[in-house]
């Protein structure tokens, strides 16, 4: 099974920031992770798949890299409207697994 | 447009089994490479992946669980089912569906509904 740590778990950041949220696998996945942005009492918004690649109608102010075992989303020139959950998920293998998530307030 | 939806109790005693149905719209699980997972999160913890039913009825299943999860779908109903024997209050989480299509995992997902196991 490959573990995922993400961390931090809680950022706080100011509009207009950059941020950086990581996801460490524990073995080599290639580029088989997902971002994910989750609001509550809403669903989850898929913004980054295949490590790099961003999804469609997602603001190019989100971004995403990494290779293998180390991965990062980022968000430059933040804003109010980002403050939200943000997870990591791998597909590579099963079973499937997700980052333990981070929790991103706007000051 | 693709949707889902989660439906079922919110309340069910110890050694209980779950039923969850996730009515869905914009797509067909009788489509090559759609798929529909189930995927839950206790409250202040961690998301974990569940089941996944593929269009081809191959199924797979989070290990941990295998033993107390069915997951079934009626295409003509655009309707996946999940079950879950021997409820326990740690099962106590909000629970997610959602779409796979190839190489999309998870692309789009439902609200979840919130399911409390107490006695």
């Known amino acids: 099974e490959t573990t995922l740590t993400q961390s931090p778990a809680f950022m706080s950041a100011t509009p207009g920031d950059k941020v950086n949220i990581s996801c460490k696998a524990s073995q080599d996945i290639d580029d088989d992770m997902n971002w994910y942005q989750q609001k509550p009492g809403e669903a989850a918004i898929f913004i980054i798949q295949?490590?790099?690649t961003l999804v469609p109608g997602i603001p190019p102010r989100f971004s995403g890299s990494g290779y293998g075992t180390d991965f990062t989303l980022t968000i430059n020139n933040i804003e109010s409207e980002d403050a939200a959950y943000y997870f990591c998920l791998q597909h590579d293998n099963f079973p499937l697994t997700f980052g333990q998530g981070t929790k991103l307030e706007i000051k | 447009q693709i949707t889902l939806k989660e439906s079922g109790p919110t309340l069910v005693k110890p050694t209980q089994t779950l039923t969850l149905t996730c009515t869905f719209s914009g797509f067909s699980l009788s489509t090559s490479g759609v798929g529909v997972g189930w995927i839950r999160q206790p409250p202040g913890k961690a998301l974990e992946w569940l089941a996944l039913?593929?269009?081809?009825?191959?199924?797979r299943y989070s290990p941990s669980l295998k033993s107390r999860l069915t997951i079934t779908k009626d295409t003509s109903k655009n309707q996946v089912v999940l079950t879950m024997t021997n409820m326990d209050p740690v099962d106590t989480a909000t629970y997610y569906c959602a779409h796979t299509w190839e190489l999309l995992i998870f692309d789009y997902w439902g609200q979840g509904t919130l399911v409390t196991v107490s006695s």
């Open positions: 295949e490590a790099t």
């Open positions: 039913i593929y269009w081809d009825d191959d199924k």
